[in-house]
């Protein structure tokens, strides 16, 4: 206690605290000394990197994908649109706990295992950090509110609305058009750097038909802007834009109204339509039944839809059947006479005793006649070849094609694209096989032996073609000799468009002109050559094609083909729900033109149908080309042909021979 | 115990605006003071305008919170500190069993179970109090004794700052901890312990410090010296705050971006930038004038803080005003420097510019109290 009551000293005191408040004072200055130089280092000596960080916190440098060019038919009726749809996007370097995100955004919208699925493919590409990657595309508008309302817990989830393509005709271009999707890894991958900046914020490139022939055209050209963006990277403010260049809007040849037709005349088979404008070559229809819906590609297709897509191992509805090659069959016909004429091997007058069967010199094994297989005997009698081509006599042709010999055959079929593409940008199509002596040797290391050109001679055997290429050499024989090389575009942002060719086809010259008349009389008999006294005397399509249409206004070209199914692989016997019976009935074709042997009115179609299954080319394949001709030179054409020709021409058909 | 001497030194500090004073001293309002803390106050509510992106509602409820404070530390004036000096036991005693009592039934706010709660009152921290509680009771209790305090004086108000800085961490509000802590220690600084007391106990703290972050320390507060030390190890989690608050500073330059055009707030790059980082908010926008000019304001109040404890009359009133400025000070400094990164994040407002309430409050009290210090005649004491 004695220290309490001690005295006190005030002034010492005093001075003892002015020195403790003085050194605080120092202490005080001090501190905001540091505080100060601390700030200096911030704000002057750093401040180039700071404000460089804070602008590169803001500002974003992103790409404005171009729109993708249109594509019309030729009548201006779009086949690929865009349209707008919203996605759901995530930015991975944002997002603070992706799976339990992804967990909480499942409460909210539809997402199947498969989104995630994709959507980690998506993240798992080349892809810029702090780019948004799609995790659901076509929210719907509920879906879209419930995110909103849920933003805030949602930190790197954004809605972004993106065009995508849309295939209003559905199936129906599904082959021809194409479709986009997604970009790949390995097509990521393949493109070189200037063309990876230009994909910059796309997500799609064509994937087939003239999607992928004209990608370059159609993609454009990638914009750019500078987006200043808060934390939760919402754009706020957008400061500087290149605009991107829209890609080309694109004309086909294609019309969508023939299309249509093409695809109903088919009805209920497997098969597909070609049709070629003959003065050019333009496609006009190209359909491979069934088809599929291409919209569902775009957006990424579910492995459901897809597995059931590829498991159709009957119906193969991703299989291309217009550009894929079967066996030609009796189509081949006309131009192995014609080879027939030009060759000199035979002439007008030339006539064949046909037995029914054919056989080659000190050869036992008779080649028998297909066309007669359920005929009560007997062959076709004296036959020229007109009459070959219009009663489709094999014998005619084993013997023709016997005298010609494979390597005269292939020099003349191969004028007319058979074995080759013609296509000018159609790249995808196959070139089927045209049979030579060094292609046997070369695929099958086996010398080419004469029964393989009897086989030939008919189109069996080795030989193939594609819709496609039937319908072009069908142009070409309709143009006289004139070689057209299909295509598809007809117009790129509505001027004319002529595709680069870089292997121009020669004209084909026949030493008479006159052989193509007489061809084209022969196809034309094939079709309006009606019922007679004489024993078989009528074209093999009449009674399917012109007997049912008596008042028809215009004669139609044509030649039928069947051909036999070449082997069906165990996979689709061993599938249960099939009736293998069906699937080994023959493939139908006919190839045709129209109008046929008019005065004045140029052929202004040609067409070439095959039917998968459907067991005749005259009785099936034929009506569906009368079909397809009747809409296009009909309804779309409206032509006048005028009954004065056509009576002529038709006399000249029904006259009889002798 | 009081000599006229005394009187007569500590009034010529006044004695240049001696004819206006008197109008003042009987109002008990200090005006260099209020002069002071009234610019900060409007340059907070302007700061605050364009961080908050000119919300109205929280800028008008700011200002009443002024306006409040103001009229809270005219109230506190015009008490005689002896007032305090008399009833310092009592007020300490029931300010511990107010944190007692928080303990047992206070409210959670922002994982700190210091606030009071009581239907019909107005909600409050009994801890905020006891920045000014501790230094009136030191500061009765060492100015009564002789100076330099004996080492059994020094014991007895270790015990005196412990207890209730004990009670506030128990309160998990260490912040605040420290704060009412420091308000004591300052006092026993100021009171004249030995410099080798102090040196002594410097070294212990270093010497135990890093036996405390082994030993004692928590996950949350090791990782904000982790943090402190390195913000990039986490530059998207703990050390997201710091970075982004220098690239705010540090991006504002010499004159900053102008008002209402700071990128990294007005974007909520900056987080809790309505409070404890609204230094990054102003630096942003003013730059580093801008923060010269803060610096200025405080320093403006600090010295006046100074001058009134220099000019204090008696010992009691010198140690009390001599804590409370340097207790504002170390508010200033904590919250500036943990926003610069000098110092490690510890979750401070930054005195009458960041959005508070009771906060805000409390710093007028201590105000008041300076006022009361400085205006309160002379004579009139015994």
Same mark, same amino acid.
């Given at each position: ?54 602008? *590169?916190n803001r500002?974003h440098?992103q ?21 707008p749809i919203f996605n759901l996007t995530i930015v991975k370097e944002q997002v603070e706990d992706l799976d339990s995100t992804l967990a909480f955004l499942a409460t909210l919208i539809r997402l199947s295992d498969d989104d995630i699925a994709q959507f980690q493919n998506r993240l798992n590409r080349?892809r810029v950090p702090f780019s948004s990657v799609t995790l659901r595309y076509l929210l719907s508008e509920e879906e879209k509110a419930r995110v909103a309302v849920n933003s805030h817990q949602l930190a790197g989830v954004a809605i972004e609305s993106q ?38 914020g796309?997500y ?20 750019? $802007?500078?987006v200043e963006k808060n934390n939760r990277g919402q754009i706020m403010r ?61 957006t990424g ?27 030609? *069959? ?80 292939? *020099?003349?079929?191969?004028?007319? *694209? ?181 005065? $004045? ?58 | ?52 992106g ?45 944190? /007692? ?95 080798? /007391? ?36 986490d530059p998207t989690g703990a050390?997201y705050n /710091?970075?982004q ?19 990294q707030s007005h974007l909520d790059f900056i987080p809790e930038s ?109």
């Amino acid at each position: 206690m004695t220290g309490k009551w001690q005295l006190k000293d005030h002034e010492a005191e005093k001075q003892l605290f002015t020195r403790r408040l003085a050194v605080a004072a120092v202490i005080v200055a001090l501190l905001f000394s540091a505080l100060i130089v601390k700030l200096f280092d911030l704000q002057v000596v750093q401040y180039e990197y700071f404000s460089a960080r804070s602008d *590169g916190n803001r500002l974003h440098s992103q790409y404005v994908p171009p729109a993708r060019g249109l594509i019309f038919d030729s009548q201006g009726e779009l086949l690929a649109d865009n349209q707008p749809i919203f996605n759901l996007t995530i930015v991975k370097e944002q997002v603070e706990d992706l799976d339990s995100t992804l967990a909480f955004l499942a409460t909210l919208i539809r997402l199947s295992d498969d989104d995630i699925a994709q959507f980690q493919n998506r993240l798992n590409r080349n892809r810029v950090p702090f780019s948004s990657v799609t995790l659901r595309y076509l929210l719907s508008e509920e879906e879209k509110a419930r995110v909103a309302v849920n933003s805030h817990q949602l930190a790197g989830v954004a809605i972004e609305s993106q065009f995508v393509r849309s295939y209003p005709l559905g199936s129906l271009t599904a082959h021809s058009v194409g479709y986009v999707s997604e970009i790949n890894r390995a097509e990521m991958n393949a493109l070189t750097d200037a063309q990876k900046e230009n994909y910059g914020g796309t997500y799609h490139m064509g994937k087939s038909g003239v999607e992928r022939t004209y990608e370059a055209l159609l993609h454009g050209t990638v914009g750019y $802007e500078i987006v200043e963006k808060n934390n939760r990277g919402q754009i706020m403010r957008r400061l500087d834009r290149t605009d991107p260049v829209a890609g080309k809007n694109l004309t086909l040849h294609l019309n969508a109204k023939l299309q249509m037709a093409a695809e109903q005349a088919l009805g209920d088979f497997r098969g597909a339509v070609v049709a070629i404008e003959p003065a050019t070559g333009g496609i006009l229809a190209m359909v491979s039944k069934p088809g599929f819906d291409p919209n569902l590609f775009v957006t990424g297709i579910s492995n459901k839809d897809y597995s059931v897509l590829v498991n159709d191992v009957v119906n193969t509805p991703l299989f291309d059947r217009s550009t894929n090659p079967y066996p030609p *069959g009796s189509t081949v016909k006309p131009f192995i006479g014609l080879a027939g004429l030009q060759s000199g091997t035979i002439d007008y007058e030339f006539t064949i005793q046909d037995p029914g069967y054919f056989r080659l010199p000190g050869v036992s094994y008779r080649w028998g006649d297909y066309t007669l297989r359920t005929a009560i005997g007997g062959g076709h009698g004296e036959t020229d070849l007109q009459k070959a081509i219009y009663q489709s006599c094999d014998t005619f042709f084993y013997d023709l094609g016997h005298r010609l010999g494979i390597d005269s055959i292939h *020099g003349f079929l191969s004028q007319f *694209g058979f074995g080759d593409n013609f296509a000018l940008d159609v790249g995808y199509a196959r070139t089927g096989v045209l049979p030579s002596r060094d292609w046997k040797r070369e695929s099958r290391g086996e010398p080419w032996y004469p029964g393989d050109t009897i086989n030939s001679s008919i189109g069996q055997g080795y030989m193939w073609a594609t819709p496609l290429q039937l319908a072009t050499a069908t142009a070409i024989l309709a143009n006289r000799g004139a070689v057209v090389q299909p295509r598809m575009l007809k117009a790129v942002d509505g001027v004319p468009f002529e595709p680069l060719n870089n292997d121009p086809k020669p004209e084909i010259f026949a030493d008479d002109a006159d052989y193509w008349r007489y061809i084209h009389e022969a196809m034309t008999m094939v079709v309006h050559r009606p019922f007679s006294d004489e024993f078989r005397d009528y074209g093999t399509a009449y009674e399917s094609i012109a007997m049912q249409d008596r008042a028809m206004p215009y004669l139609m070209a044509g030649k039928s083909g069947t051909a036999q199914v070449v082997g069906i692989s165990q996979e689709i016997l061993s599938s249960e729900d099939i009736i293998v019976s069906d699937l080994n009935k023959d493939h139908g074709l006919f190839v045709s033109f129209a109008p046929a042997m008019h005065p $004045e009115i140029d052929p202004k179609i040609s067409v070439a149908v095959f039917v998968e299954n459907g067991e005749h080319g005259s009785s099936v394949a034929g009506p569906i080309a009368k079909q397809v001709i009747d809409t296009y030179l009909l309804e779309i054409l409206r032509l006048d042909f005028g009954a004065a020709d056509l009576e002529a021409a038709g006399a000249i058909v029904t006259q009889l021979d002798e | 115990m009081n000599n006229p001497d005394f009187v007569r030194q500590a009034s010529s500090f006044n004695a240049s605006r001696r004819s206006g004073a008197s109008l003042w001293q009987a109002l008990h309002i200090d005006p260099p003071l209020l002069i002071g803390v009234c610019l900060l106050g409007a340059f907070g509510l302007f700061v605050l305008n364009s961080a908050t992106g000119g919300d109205q509602a929280v800028i008008r409820r700011q200002g009443i919170v002024m306006v409040v404070g103001l009229i809270v530390m005219c109230a506190v004036a015009q008490f005689n500190v002896h007032f305090f000096r008399r009833w310092a036991p009592p007020i300490y005693g029931a300010g511990i069993a107010l944190l /007692i009592l928080v303990l047992f039934i206070g409210a959670e706010v922002n994982g700190a179970k210091s606030w009071i709660d009581l239907p019909g009152l107005p909600r409050f921290q009994p801890s905020e109090i006891m920045k000014f509680v501790v230094p009136v009771l030191l500061a009765w209790y060492l100015a009564s004794r002789p100076l330099p305090p004996k080492f059994k004086h020094l014991f007895w108000s270790a015990v005196m700052i412990v207890i209730p800085a004990g009670l506030i961490v128990l309160q998990n509000d260490t912040g605040t901890a420290i704060m009412v802590f420091m308000s004591g220690v300052f006092v026993v600084l100021l009171a004249g312990i030995r410099w080798r /007391i102090v040196f002594a106990g410097l070294f212990v703290g270093l010497l135990g410090s890093p036996a405390w972050y082994l030993f004692l320390a928590q996950a949350h507060q090791k990782n904000r010296i982790l943090t402190f030390l390195d913000p990039y190890r986490d530059p998207t989690g703990a050390g997201y705050n /710091i970075i982004q608050s220098q690239i705010a500073i540090g991006s504002g330059g010499i004159y900053g971006k102008g008002y209402g055009n700071g990128a990294q707030s007005h974007l909520d790059f900056i987080p809790e930038s309505h409070t404890d980082f609204i230094l990054a908010v102003l630096a942003e926008e003013f730059g580093l004038l801008g923060v010269l000019f803060l610096i200025g304001l405080y320093l403006f109040v600090l010295l006046r803080g100074f001058a009134i404890a220099y000019a204090a009359r008696d010992l009691f009133g010198r140690l009390l005003a001599g804590s409370i400025t340097l207790t504002f000070f170390l508010y200033v400094f904590i919250n500036m420097a943990m926003v610069s990164g000098l110092v490690p994040v510890i979750g401070l407002p930054l005195p009458l510019i960041s959005r508070g309430g009771t906060s805000i409050v409390t710093l007028f009290i201590g105000f008041g109290l300076l006022m009361s210090i400085q205006t309160h005649d002379r004579q009139k004491f015994p």
